[in-house]
């Protein structure tokens, strides 16, 4: 690891990355770069457009095998004959290129848990993804963020992308969290205050002395909504927290960057962590939110707990917490998504996934299937679900009629053995 104390100075923790992967001294905000690549990232859904623009403009060879990640994990397995065609386009273009990181049936994850967990993304990294939630690998100190296919085409093909460089929100954060009040709490709340496009092509960037009191999963939660704001990135700096997480994962070199304490931010919000309390987005926007304890008798048909969003181990943990020794609400769908293959072994070895089966949930490998309305969870015309996914647009998770709540675990779980909306207070 290579600790940079300010040989980009004055600037953003985004704007340096971006100035370095530029191989400029400095760059400001709404300036046009040509940045080096770090890692391009396209799943079965995204990654055949990307691969028939590939061959079109007539590229022959990805310009490093070892720095494309393709992964199969939104319709699969497998859910239909079109589904299986586009994921043996992905197959058979992995197997051509030699992509070191193709992930596929039995050892395919959820992308945005996966690639941080086996330590495909580093601190200081530059990373494009034909999936929006890709600005979750902010959380340790990367930029990362979603782009078109046709990006990650020209991504593939030569390592490059232009960006314009984001402008900084900067959020001072102070306290801690109260007790079971999560990350997803807070961006819920965030968004709710600045709105799906209070951010837009903006750089979350999040400081202070709350910042390092989360945990580095509520940072991915946090991250991975970024998008729900309309920002460019969410990225926090790197810690203790961050280098315990990255410890034994990350086999190369990197560079962790901190943001100078003169940098220019467009706007500072400063929020105190002890006054967040559970938070429950409200269809149809990430934004409608409300404090869960004042939705009232809003009966549930569906529960899910898990996606790239809250699908960690300790994600699981709490609510397997909240479910043991009870039963899912008669009439009520309890569905639970490890988000890779490893969190779902290490939820077995500490009795989770039992938990969640005698309470009457059921456990499915991971997918990203329910959460896109896309399979193995669908909801029918008029259904309502809660989920501890990250978007509720309508028709998101199947009918148009159908409506979805955006929440933590803990409610979610809370939620599904009541039958209805709740944090366990007062109905």
């Known amino acids: 690891m290579e600790l940079n104390k300010g040989k980009l100075n004055i600037m953003t923790l985004t704007q340096k990355i971006l100035a370095k992967a530029a191989g400029k001294d400095k760059v400001v905000a709404n300036e046009l770069i040509m940045a080096n690549l770090s890692l391009v990232l396209a799943n079965d859904i ?11 403009a007539g590229f022959s060879n990805v310009f490093n095998k070892d720095k494309i990640a393709l992964v199969m994990d939104h319709s699969m397995p497998n859910k239909d004959i079109k589904s299986a065609e586009l994921c043996k386009q992905c197959r058979d273009f992995a197997d051509n290129q030699k992509i070191k990181h193709f992930y596929d049936v039995g050892d395919m994850g959820i992308e945005h848990a996966l690639l941080p967990e086996k330590g495909i993304v580093a601190p200081g990294d530059v990373v494009i993804g034909a999936d929006s939630h890709t600005c979750t690998y902010g959380a340790i100190g990367a930029f990362s963020t979603g782009v078109g296919s046709t990006d990650v085409a020209a991504g593939m093909a030569k390592g490059l992308a232009w960006f314009k460089v984001p402008a900084g929100l900067k959020f001072n954060l102070t306290g801690k969290l109260p007790p079971t009040v999560s990350g997803k709490d807070l ?26 009191n989360l945990s580095i999963y509520d940072r991915f939660t946090i991250c991975n909504m970024a998008i729900e704001a309309g920002a460019k990135n969410g990225i926090f700096a790197v810690d203790k927290e961050t280098l315990k997480f990255l410890k034994g994962r990350i086999n190369r070199g990197y560079t962790v960057y901190q ?30 939110t409300k404090v869960a304890k004042d939705l009232k008798n809003i009966k549930i048909d569906q529960v899910v707990i898990g996606s790239c969003t809250n699908g960690w181990l300790s994600d699981l943990a709490v609510a397997a917490n909240v479910l043991k020794g009870k039963k899912v609400a ?20 500490k009795g989770y996934i039992q938990t969640f089966i005698d ?58 053995i009541a039958g209805f909306i709740t944090d366990g207070g007062d109905r």
């Open 330 to 349: 008669k009439g009520v769908r309890c569905i639970v998504f490890p988000s890779t293959p490893q969190i779902y072994k290490d939820a077995i070895k």
């Open 46 to 56: 995204t990654a055949p457009v990307a691969i028939n623009e590939f061959s079109k």
């Open 259 to 288: 943001p100078d304490e003169n940098a220019e931010y467009e706007k500072t919000f400063d929020i105190d962590l002890s006054t967040i309390t559970h938070t429950v987005a409200c269809p149809h926007l990430p934004s409608n």
């Open 187 to 212: 961006i819920l709340h965030i968004i709710g205050m600045i709105g799906v496009d209070g951010a837009l092509y903006k750089s979350m960037e999040y400081v202070g002395e709350g910042a390092s």
């Open 359 to 416: 309470a009457g949930c059921a456990v499915s490998t991971p997918t990203c299937g329910p959460c896109l309305g896309g399979h193995m969870g669908v909801l029918a015309a008029g259904e309502k679900a809660i989920a501890t996914t990250n978007r509720n647009f309508v028709g998101r998770m199947g009918h148009p009629t159908s409506e979805v709540y955006l929440a933590s675990p803990f409610v979610a779980a809370k939620s599904a």
